[in-house]
């Protein structure tokens, strides 16, 4: 039996549709991430597992019981606001106790749960500090070890390290990971940092515009993207536009136009057919010649971007198209400089195909 299952959710204000006919179950133990753009529906979302809404349609179930009309306190989760709260007059320690101590828990169990919370913040040390002495980030972290201390089966994370900075985020975020999984914890986490989501959860959540459009393991999410939408939003990709012209037993070929036309390993388009041909930034590979049996197209690199660990180019196609490439730094790895002739490659099979969508493909792209 799942731990939290939505069946048919719908959540409107007004004329808005925040969530759309919802299905979900989450099991006891998991580490589940919705991951969605703003106004997506996801803090509508973890308020109605929350019991903070209600909703108009559908219902939800906590322990194969329903709670559509259970309030908050006695669904044994806890929510942890987007625009955190702490209490101003206490300090850090009384804050992260507050649970505890209402909840009549031993002296010493508190002070232990509140220590091992504290430890994990990085905050032991300011524990005698009141909010207002504290950073905006510390403050968080404050309100992240109080959701935690509380003793909640249930982590509804709106966010939790959204006004973090980049470096104590992604140290949060397994230790984060770690102390749900240590605790038996299940945990629903809000975010709309795909790499967020990649590394902590066990399954991710896509939502869109109130709909769910994927949901599956970071890898399933990652390698199997069901939608244009799903490829853009994660991982990023290259968006060929073409026809198909021949589909045959070991793959479809598609024509880009410009006198390009390239291989696809998928056979599950029609002859004809309007397409758009995903293909992943550190799936095209450049070189200065032919490879064999794959798709070589030639080009010009126009531009170059250093992202850490790896390059980025930018390549002109003969058809005027540009397609971007991304090369990790390595032993044998050799720069190339804008003006230069190149041939790019990508394999057949790590093409994502998909219908040309009707309202464009900009749409089913943009603003991500
Ligand atoms: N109380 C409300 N009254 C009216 N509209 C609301 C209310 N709460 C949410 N909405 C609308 O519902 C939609 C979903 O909002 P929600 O807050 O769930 O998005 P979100 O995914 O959490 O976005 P963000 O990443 O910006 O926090 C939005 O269009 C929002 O304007
Ligand atoms: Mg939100």
Known sequence: MPLIKLMNVTKRFGKITALDHINL???????????????AGKTTLL???????????????????????VPPEERNAVYMFQQFALFPHMNVWENVSFGPVIKNWSKDRVKNVTSE??????????????????????QQRVALARGIASGAKILL??????ALDA?????????????????????????HDQEEALMTADRI?????????????????YSKPQSIFVTSFVGGSNFLEGTVVEVNSSGSVVDLRGGLRIKVADTSRNIGERVVVAVRLEDVSIGTMEKLGENNLK????STVFVGGS????????????????ILFSDTFKDFKPGEAVVISFHPERCYVFPYPRAGLLKEIEAI
């Open 25 to 39: 179950s989450i099991e006891n133990g998991e580490y589940l991430c919705i991951l969605g753009q703003t106004g």
């Open 47 to 69: 308020r109605i597992i929350a019991g903070l809404l209600e909703p108009d349609e559908g219902d939800v179930y906590i322990e194969g019981k329903r709670v559509n009309k």
């Open 117 to 138: 919370v504290l430890e994990m913040v990085r905050l032991a040390e300011r524990k005698n500090a009141f909010p207002h002495e504290l950073s905006g980030g510390m």
């Open 157 to 162: 994370l709106d966010e939790p390290l959204g």
């Open 167 to 191: 470096r104590l985020r992604v140290d949060l975020r397994t230790q984060l990971r770690k102390l749900v999984k240590d605790q038996g914890l299940t945990a629903v986490h809000v975010t």
């Open 205 to 221: 959540v896509i939502l869109r515009s109130g709909r769910i459009e994927q949901v599956g393991t970071p890898h399933e999410i």
């Open 299 to 302: 080009g010009v690199i126009e």
């Open 311 to 326: 390059i980025e180019y930018q390549i002109r196609l003969k058809n005027h198209a540009v397609i971007s490439s991304r």
